[in-house]
Every structure is written in structure tokens, then in C-alpha cells.
């Protein structure tokens, strides 16, 4: 299984690769850690008359801690440079717990942050992530920036808002809420695998064990990852019960349209979605008593 | 033209851009311990050190390791005296077939450097992005314990 | 047990570690794509994408035209010559008419099915001619489920008229009367999904034709060297010793490589053609959709029985899903289906009958424990469902029904097409299952059996067996040679897939001859200097092929006793050979070199009767199989709101008759259990109603890594030898995957006992474990 030949480019200089990616339109692909990417190309199911290598950018792959006390992400930064980080540790505890479900660390070795977001599986971690953690997007083509946020960049499967000669650059994350809580679950055939299912969630936690501001962002489940707004709903100002959990699972499973492919089916989905969404908010729940009692 | 640095070993070659990085190495460089079980990033057998990361070879194009150092299978034995991970590879009978023993022998090269004193269940996981289709994996498993035991033994015993 | 490097007490029995793995973990092997000869081209395959379909026109100009594109093959480019792919074994009446075609001609009947070879200076170039090779397809409706097939409203082959490529049946004792006297019977439909071996290197050839001395030489095979090499030679009208088929190292086979395919004719013809060495090597997108398939089998199965639990009958009506052509193997996967289905169990009683039916598919082949996977599964299975409907000990009912071992040597009947009887020959199977007990903790465990525990439902499965081993097929070979430099070399007439015969031919040797062991070098797969053979398959090597060694061995070394004695002038009676010294036996001479007696008959002429080489070839035939038996232990854990099962616990135990070297023993157990493992609960061939191959990569058919797996127990057996062979050995290598199915569906049935759920169809994949507990139909 060899690539079909193609135009390689290989900018030093994001001016340059931005030019490239003006000329070529969508003739181009961006080759960033190629793990993605390589495979199809490899079986022949992408066959790009350009690719453009970004890797010998510099400065992309920076994390910094902002003064707000989030996070930039250079889109160029390794994902194993996002797990190993003290600073993503310190201050998005959910961004660093996603890191090692992310394939196998030969993958994150060279897999960036920015490819895994443009590439856009439905089924990958880092899009549904960035989604709950209200991230936003910088795009950057020859003429203009822009910045989109995570709730328009996803927008259907393995297709976002980046438009042929835009380049992701830089991911930002606003400052995780102290005192929230999180949780990220999945059901994945083997560890590494793309989930079939899987559910980030944070939540706010007052002193009665009632949950405000819940955000349930579920992957696997469609297209995109998607936000489970009902879900939330129905646990807003709410105390936690039995009860209230079998409901929201319920509403979960309602609420989910997922596709059937040869890993699991829709109805697979569908209920084990729900009873997924019920464990991460069990998890979030105990993780948040343990730290008051700390 | 790509100008590569391999098993301490510099190379200058030009080579066609679609060639991959594990194309490159076996037949530009005529090192064919790297193996290609997939060329789609799921089975490892074509895992390389790159600039001392642990990557699938076959996932790469041979441009992209201009100005790198690579390490390969080929590095591990200095003359014929074997890499204790080639020892307890044999010594455990970690290969029946060998086709993924260099892949593996590489991931245990680079993950024990991050993490010299690992527990079982961290060995079972990082080895978990390689496929055997032979030992069933127990045997890799011990040898990567032996190999992780006899390098903290001498650890040990260097005067500090 | 402690992998040692060299013993002095006898060699045969000792861990010794392998000798050969030097070159493996240095990544100094020889496999076929590290052969690179001047001059050499690549091949590569353009596959039908279509299931079903009438080719209308092949344009190959545009792909000839590509820089670099030396040479494109069709049909008609080798219409003279053309033979169908053969059938070498199980030949039942009727299959012939399904034979594969080495290149597709009017019909392409399954996804993958070669059109075309294209050659170029690089397999990049070679590729990229496939995608300008413009193939004009009129497509048919296609059929992949066997019951479809039978309606014979879509045939795979309309030559033959019917997608029912042939039936076999047999009968043992009086089944029907069985059941009408029976007071208990049952029937259940089960089902085994599709999937094979993957070996992780895929198959491949290189092949070198010398235009002046009008030789071929073929790299990459294995398996059965001489058997293929004698059928392309003739399909290329080459005096077969002017073709040498040379094995290399091989990236194991597990039943799938080493059988003829069509690029194993094609690519041999292509060289010769062009003149030019020629390489081809599968790739794994290939290789899913081309290599062989194994296992898809259904089974009706009925048990009649007395209400203690002591069956008196079967009655199995099994499907075979052979693909759309019927390959090397002719009926075997389906028939062997029924051939051991009764196991170690006494079933006075016994009628099958198999049907082997096309679809529109890849074609099916041998696959580790081929039917015996299967047949375990079925009827471990049953066992557990009768043991439940006449409120029995699942265990209590396996001793109850388990041959006792004074009635072994056992006849089971005829249950093989035009094959002499079933016998097993030797074993104690309740033995083997109370040491299973005993090892795997079972008593222990059994508070635990269908309870919910931290969430998660727990089970215990158990599955007895017994596996055909060594012993088929008429013979096998070994020549040794002794030089007078203390080195002895031994020729197998086997090959060697990574099983370690290098190591455990030179212990028997050495054990036989009676020099030390690291004197001994062993060649194997090579048409020009192994002694001819049938191959290595079923686990017969180390049976045959051992046994082989070990006569010649012995007969050497009573030559070297006999010149020994004419040289020293004594009797040779009163002479010993052993670690590579001559001995007065009850004396306290020092020993004689043994080189020195060789050097001697080498530089006479006239010592040893005028034979100045001192080397023995023997030759061991057998025509009966032996049987290795044991028992499978799982015990699962299941989450029930997810349908994800885990293996908390696996133990084989398996009495292989003697090990040669039980760290070889151990693992191909502990690989072969993992294999069988992920073949029950990740992999499977998965087809779409068009014939469409939807698990095309390895993104999508999941083989097991090392965390889907807990560690393996194993634990080997040398209660029952073989009196079949001088060495009493059984073969291993497949005994360790044939009750994984069963063990595993065994268990998860326990563990949700209080679902009502009662496995009878694989895989045990979340989301059938999940829509089984749903009550959706799955």
C-alpha cells in the first residue's frame, strides 16, 4: 500500500505555508503528524495532488498558560507533549485526563493537537474536549484571521470550519472553573481504539449535592460530538438521585441518533450512551465529594 | 534529497517524496530489521526511534526525517554483545516467528527510558499499541521486566 | 520452569532457549521482502472490487503507458497454460467445479479476486499502473449468507448450476433409534463467525528465472515446499529439479500461508515471462480480502441421552460458508467441523452431514484447529445446556460422558471422507480435567458462578478437548550428516514457520545421535537439499518429522558405533556414543574423539564399506493421527449495562504426550490461546449484503493486544505418549486455541444465567453481549 504520488512542500515559515495553502486551494492537504492522515493516503483513499508539510513550522507548538489562567495550545504541539505537560496537569484537568485514551503513545509521539481537531472524528477525544471546555479556534489564511469557537467548528464527520487555505494555529482554552467537577468515560473495543461511545462532562457542585451548570458533551454518538442539552437540562438545580440519574439516562438514549457501523450498532449506542452519561456524572460526583472532604 | 543520520550512521540520499520513512530505511538503507506488518499505523511492527521517540515508520515520509537521528533494531547489539533487551527477549522466548520483535524490541527501548521501574500492568499497556500474533504477549511482557530489572540492578550498584 | 542454555542430562524434555533467535532479535532475519536481487522488478495485484460481476472489457494501455510499467497480465496472457488453482486434500465430489481461476476471466465472484499483474520498477509504480488499468464491470446481485446461497437464485457459478458444491455424510451406529429411545433430547442452531489467522507478515514471493540455465528459483514459500513446488513446475513445464523452492525466515503461517493461492503460479510465470527477478509481497489491505478465510460454520445440532446425562447420540447438520471458490483444502474446514465433534466424549451414536456451500466471498482455508474451534464451541456448549435442563453439574456431567482411559485406544467410526477410522490413541481425558479443576482454583470460584460482584456479572466456563495431531499424511523426512569438525547437520524435509524447530530437531537429534547439542545445525524448507515432504501443518512436524529425526539419528549412530569398532578393532556392542565420545563401556579408557573417527572413514575410502560420508536419511510413516487432549478454564467478567466482557482468568491444560522442549510448548499454548481469545470476542470477516468487505484494514478487524488478555496459564501434560511414535510425542501448537470459543461462551453463559441468556452464536462482541441482554434479536 503505497501513496499516489503528489506535490510535496515543506514551509519554514507560516507566510509561506499559508501562501501554499492560497494557491492550491483544496487540491492541498496539511500534513501535520501524518497519523491520520498517512494511513488513508497510504490505502489510497486520500490522494491529495499537494500536501503540505507543516511540521518545520516553528513556534507552534508552544503551551503557554495565559494571565486569565488558561491555556494556548500551539496547534503543532505534539499530543504527547500535552500529556506529559505540568501545566495542562495544573490547570484542565479534563484536557489532561483525555490525553492518554488518544490512541497508543507511538501515536501521540508525533500526532498533534491541531490534526486531531481538524481531522474532526466524531469518535476522537480531542474535539469533544475542546467542545466542553468552550475552546476557541484560530485560523489563520493569507489575508485574514479569524476565530471560531468549538460550538462552530465541528460540523459534521471528519469536516469542520476551516476552509481550504486556513490553518489551525492555535487552540485556546479559558480558565477550567475551580471547584468544578469532570469526567471523561468511554467504551472502546480495545484501549486506544476510537470510542464507540464516550461522554465528557463538568459540573458545578454546591455544598447540597445539587448540580448547576452541567455540560455533557458526548462522542461516538454521531457526526460531531454533541452537546446533550436536554440532559443538562433536566439535572439543572437539581438534587442528585437515583431517580434523577435513570432519568437522565433515559433522556440520553432519546436523545441520541447515532450511525451503526461494524464495531457497534445504533441501538448499541443509544442505550449505552445513556448509561455511560450516568457513570461519568456517578464519577464526577464522587471525585467531587472527596475533594470537599480534602 | 534527505540527509539522515541512522544508528549513528549519517546518510545523504535523494529519494522520491512519497517514499515512506520505513520504505527508505529498508530499502534505501538496506536495514530490513524494521518490518511492515500494516502500512496504516495499527500493528507497530515498523517502530523506529526518531530523534529518541518511539513512531511508526510507516507513518512518515522519508523527508520528514531530514536532519533527524533515528534509531533502529539494528542499533541495539554493540558488536555481538546483545542489548539486555535482546537478551531477555531470548531469554524469556519473548519471539517465536520474530517478524514483530524488532517493533517491540524498539517500544521497550523507548519506553523503559521514560519509565525504567514499570509495574506489569504499565508494560502490558505499552506494549499495547504493538501486535504479536505468536507469544500472545506474556513472554514480552516478562522480558521487558527482566530487561527493566537488570538495568535498575546496575543503577544500583554504580557509586553515586 | 526456568529456560536454561544447556544441559548434559539428554536434551529432548529441557526448556533449552531457542539457538536460532540471534538473528530475530538482531534484525538480521531473512524474510522474503528482505530479499533484494539486481535487476528486480515489483508486482503488484489489481482485486475485483466488486463481489459479483461480469467483466466486460480490461484496458490495461493507459497503465502501460506509465513510466516505469514494464508489464500487465490478464487472463488471456496466460490462457494457454492456465490451470485452476487445485484442490489437494478433502477432493469431495462436486467441489471441482468451483476452482479458483489464476487471474478472473468472464466473472469476478468475490471482492479481491485477481484481474490483473501489473510490473514496474517499484511497487509505488507498480500501484499506480493498477489505478489506470480501467476494468469495465456489469455487476450481479451477490450472495453471502449460506442459507441465501442454497435458494440458488443468485449462482455463484453458473457452469455448476447450483451453489451446493457438494455434501458429505456419515453414519455411526444407529442414531435414529438412539433418539427415538432417548429419554432427554435437545437441538440448538449455532453459528461460528468468519475470521483467520493473520499472521503479521503477509504473504509474498520473490521469483528468479535464469534464462540460461533455464531455472527458477521462488523465495517465500513454505509450508509444504515440495508438494507446491511440484505442482509449478509443472504448470510451467520446468523439470522440477530445475525449480528451487527456497524458505527463508517466515513471519509464521498459522495454516494460511504456504497454500496454493494464484499469485503463487502468477508471480513464478511473470519471471519467467520477463525474464527479470520479480518480487511481490501482499499488503494487509490484500491479504484480508485474499488470503484465506476460515471457520464461518453453522451446525444443527442434536443430543439424545439418558436423563443421568449419558449420551447415547448426535446428530450434526453442519453449513460451511466456502467463499465463492474452493480452494487447496478442498472440504476440510466444514468436514472437520464434524470429524472430532464428539471430542473426548463416549457418543456411540453419531450421524453428520455437511454441506459446503459457495457465496460471493473469499475463499476458505485451514486456519489453526480448523472444525475444531468450532466443533469444540457446539459441543461444549450443548453439554452446559444439557447439563441445565437436567439440573447437572456441568462437570459432573463431563466426567460422566468422558472416555475412560482403559477404553483407550478408542474407535470413534469413520468420520472422515475416504479415511480410515477416528482412533484416539491414547490419553487419560478425566485425568486432565480434575488436574484443570484443581490448577484453575474451581471449586474456589464456583460462589462466584452468574453473581453480580462490583458491578460486573462473573462466570466460569470450562470446555474439554481433543485435537488431531502428527500422524497425517503418509510421511516425513531427515537426513544427518556427520563432518569431522564436530559438526552434524541435520536435513528436514518440513518447514519451519517460527515454531522453533531449529532448537527441538537439534535436541532430538543430539538426544538420538548422541553428540552435544550445539554441534548440530538444521536446514529445513529447501527443495534443493531437504529430503522430499509433505509440509508443515496440523502439528504434525515435531510428530513426523521428530520421529524422523530421531531414526536417523539413531541409525547414524550405529554407523559411527560400527566404524568406531573397525577402526579401534573391538566389537561394536562393547562401545557407547555419547556428547560426541566414543566409550568402552565398563573401563576406564578415555574416550575417542569422535571426529577423529570420522576424519578417519573420510580420508580412507575403504572404512565404513567404501562410504566415505557418514550420514543416514530415515524416514518416518504413519497413517494414523495422534490426539492431544486437555481442558479450557475461563472465568469472565461482564458488565452488563455496557455488554463488555472481560477475561479475568485463562488455563489450558493440554497432554501433548512428551514435550520436546516445553518452553516451545508453553509458548504456542499461551500464543495460541491469545489468538483464540481475540478471535472469540475482537475479530471477525465482516461482509455487507452486497458482498462488500467492510473490515478491510486492521483499523477495523481488531486483532487482541497485550491489554485484551490477562496472562495465560499452561500447564503441559505427559501422562498418555503416543504409542504411535518412537518419541511418544503429540505435537502442540493448536491444542491451546481450540477451546477458546467454548470456554469463553461457556462462561459468559454462566455469568448471565440470571438473563436467561444461552450463548450459541460467536463472536462475543459488546454489542451482541449487550443486545442479547436487551432481548434484541442479534
New interface residues.
Partial sequence: MKPAAFEYFAPVELQEALDLLERYGDEAKILAGGQSLMPLMNLRLARPKVIIDINRLSNLDIITATPEGGLTIGALTRQRALERSRIVRERNPILAAAMPLIGHFQIRNRGTTGGSLVHADPAAELPAVSLILGGEFLLRSKSAVRVVPAEEFFLGYLATACEPGELLTEIRFPKWRPGETWAIQEIARRKGDFALVGVALRAEVDAEATLQNTTIVMFGVGSKPQRMERGEAILKGRRISQALLRELSGVIAEDLEPDSDVHASAAYRKEVGGVLVRRALESALAQAKETVSH | MVKVTVNGRTYERLVEVRMTLADFIRQELDLTGTHLGCEHGVCGACTILLNGEAVRSCLMLAVQADGAELLTVESLAEGDELHPLQRAFHDQHALQCGFCTPGFLMTALAFLKDNPAPTRAEVREAISGNICRCTGYQPIVNAILQASSESSRKTKGRPT | ME?INKTTQGYVGMPI??RE???????????V??I?LAGMFHAAILRSPRAHARIRSIDTSKALALPGVTKIITYKDLEDLAVPVPIRMYQLPGLERYLQPLLAHGKVRYVGEPVALAIAES??LA??AL?AIEVEYEDLPAVVDVYDALKNEVLVNEEAGTNLAAVHEFSIGDVDRAFTEAEYTRGEEFRVHRFT??????RGFVACFDRGKEELTVWGVTKLPHLNRQIIAAFLKLPERKVHFIEN????G?GIRGELYPEDFLIPFAAVQLGQPIKW?E???EHLMAANHSRENRCALEVAARKDGTILAFRATVYGDMGAYVRTHGGLVPCSTAALLTGPYRVPNYQAKIHLVVTNKTGLGTFRAPGRYESCFYRERMLDLMAKDLGMDPVELRFKNLIQPQEIPYEVGVTRPGSSPTVLDSGDYPSALRRGLAEFGYEKLQPLQGCLENGRYHGIGIACFVKNTGGLEPYEGARIVIGDRNDVTVYLSISM????HETAMAQICADALGVPMDWITVFHGNTDVTPFGWGTFASRGTVMCGSAVHLAGQKLKHRLLNAAAEQLGVDAATLELREGKIYRINTEAPPVELNEIVSKVRHSGTLNQGLPELEETAYFHSSQMTYSYGVHLAHVAVDA????MEVLKYLVVEDIGRAINP??V???T??????GIGGTM?E?L?YDENGQL??G????Y????????P??GSVILEEAPSPLNPLGVKGAGEGGIVGTGAALANALSHALADFGIQVKSLPL???RI??WI?G?AR
Fill in positions: 529456560p532457549k531457542r533467535d540471534f538473528r530475530f532479535i538482531t534484525g538480521r532475519a531473512t524474510y521482502d528482505d533484494k511497487r509505488y500501484e499506480d489505478d489467522g493473520n499472521p503479521l507478515e503477509t525466515d517466515v513471519g509464521v498459522f509481497i499488503d494487509r489491505r514457520l517460527g515454531q522453533g449495562e455496557t455488554g463488555v518452553l516451545l508453553h509458548g504456542q499461551v500464543g495460541s490461546a491469545v489468538q475482537l471477525e465482516i467492510l473490515t484494514s486492521l483499523m477495523d481488531l486483532l487482541p493486544t497485550s491489554t485484551d488478555v496472562d495465560i462482541t459488546p454489542d449487550r443486545a436487551a434484541r
